[in-house]
């Protein structure tokens, strides 16, 4: 996993890029927690997310927002961060201009931002939003949501009530050709802690429907999810 330095924003930004070996390979964006709680790409999370994609042949991107790590700039309370993934994305696109489909994958501050992102590049396909902090953060902008996906959350989690992640995967679930599935993880707090053997478990078996399904017909993820 090759280090990577590009430019972002407000200055360069640091990152670990996978580049498939697969032709025309699928793409993914992996985005970590906040910053100002010590988030950084190299999050175990984030790490199994990053790895559950690339072991289904995409090329994946996994990067410091500014002010971590060697990435310039400061914290911008998720303005900036959302520009940061912007420019990740279209960094990873140049070079993967024929990629078959691009997912964007997101843990706590990063899955509202990868849900941000989702509404502002259609050409995102699919979603996995790792304890979205619902209660925290305004996710009304998902109306319409434009593409299914997953949603994994602890059932023990302090920091994100259950409940209020919950509504949210039902509210984004109740849109028209919208597929959302909606997981929990017995026993497990905002940081997994020892569950992340059981978080890999769920990523594996969407992702393999998901990229099962796409491999078999050019759907997008809410007409493959309808289809599973």
């Known amino acids: 996993m090759p280090e990577v330095i590009f430019n972002g924003p407000d200055g360069r930004l640091e990152g670990r890029y ?16 906040h910053s100002q709680h010590g988030g950084t790409m190299n999050n175990k999370v984030v790490y199994a997310l990053y790895h559950a994609f690339v072991r289904r042949g995409f090329s994946a991107l996994r990067f410091n927002f500014r002010g971590v790590g060697r990435s310039q700039g400061r914290f911008d309370n998720g303005q900036g961060e959302l520009s940061d993934a912007a420019a990740a994305l279209d960094w990873m696109q140049s070079f993967n201009a024929n990629a078959t489909a691009c997912w964007v994958g997101g843990y706590s501050f990063g899955a509202w931002i990868g ?20 209660n925290v953060y305004d996710f009304s902008f998902l109306a319409p949501c434009p593409s299914s996906g997953l949603i994994l959350h602890g059932t023990a989690d302090e920091v994100v009530p259950e409940a209020s992640v919950a509504k949210l995967a039902q509210k984004l679930s109740s849109q028209r050709n919208i597929t959302v599935d909606y997981h929990t993880i017995d026993g497990a707090n905002h940081f997994f802690g020892t569950h992340v053997e059981a978080l890999n478990g769920h990523l594996d078996s969407y992702l393999d429907l998901a990229t099962r399904a796409e491999r078999t017909a050019p759907a997008r993820p809410a007409e493959l999810a309808e289809a599973g």
């Open 115 to 134: 849900m941000q992102l989702l509404m502002r590049r259609p050409e995102i396909d699919g979603f996995v939003s790792i304890a979205p902090p619902a």
């Open 18 to 33: 996978h580049h498939s070996k697969v032709p025309n390979a699928p793409v993914a964006l992996l985005l970590h927690p």
